[in-house]
């Protein structure tokens, strides 16, 4: 029987991106999707898709690197699914500015949707977890391909320090069950990812 079966996985950022092949290949797996992202406009399609094939998806659509959204987000998910399962934090912003030239607002949105938000989604859904006494936690983290002279400092920083925070999340909370990773964002993202939990 498949580990993934039955399974609740929420995804942040889950309209594009490897968050949208994620969603579609852990429903195929058998896992209920919880997708949600900022905005409709992706994620509703990408539910859509996914019950059209018999799977069980639902969106929602909230800002992680707010508080009461990010706490909103688990509780409806709660309520809808009974728990959380797997949370994976991809949602992420990287804008493509020259430390020299990057406005104030987009450095801080980087690390408030990146870092922040990913701690917050932590915090709320790693608190959901405890009480079931086990869960995993995936975090997306830069990938090897990354340049470093592609204008993405503000996105690096927030990776940088993403790897810190998923170390002493996974120090933190593996006495309650809870398993935090980094992931590498590369083209094989997917089975990086199945991998994992097929191991649990």
């Not at 994620?43 to 969106?59: H, L, M, P, T």
């Not at 002493?168 to 809870?178: F, K, T």
Request: proline content about 1%; hydrophobic content about 45%; charged content about 25%.
């Amino acid at each position: 029987m498949n580990d993934l079966h039955g399974k609740v996985v929420l995804i942040t950022g889950a309209g594009k991106g490897a968050g949208r092949a994620l969603a579609e290949a852990l429903a195929r797996q058998g896992a209920l999707i919880a997708a949600n992202d900022i905005s409709p406009v992706n994620v509703d399609e990408v539910v859509s898709k996914i019950n059209a094939r018999g799977g069980k998806a639902k969106s929602y659509i909230e800002d992680v690197a707010k508080k009461i959204g990010a706490q909103s987000l688990v509780k409806s998910v709660e309520d809808d699914f009974g728990g959380i399962d797997i949370l994976i934090n991809h949602a992420a912003v990287e804008p493509h500015a020259s430390l020299l030239d990057m406005d104030e607002w987009d450095w801080h949105r980087t690390l408030d949707v990146n870092l922040t938000g990913t701690f917050l989604m932590i915090q709320s859904a790693g608190r959901v977890m405890r009480k079931k006494g086990k869960g995993e936690i995936l975090n997306f983290v830069a990938g090897t391909g990354k340049s470093l002279k592609n204008n993405a400092g503000a996105y690096l920083s927030s990776k940088a320090g993403l790897v810190a925070l998923s170390n002493q999340a996974d120090s933190e909370l593996c006495s309650y069950g809870i398993r935090v990773y980094a992931i590498e964002n590369s083209e094989d993202v997917v089975q990086q990812v199945l991998r994992v939990l097929e191991a649990k």
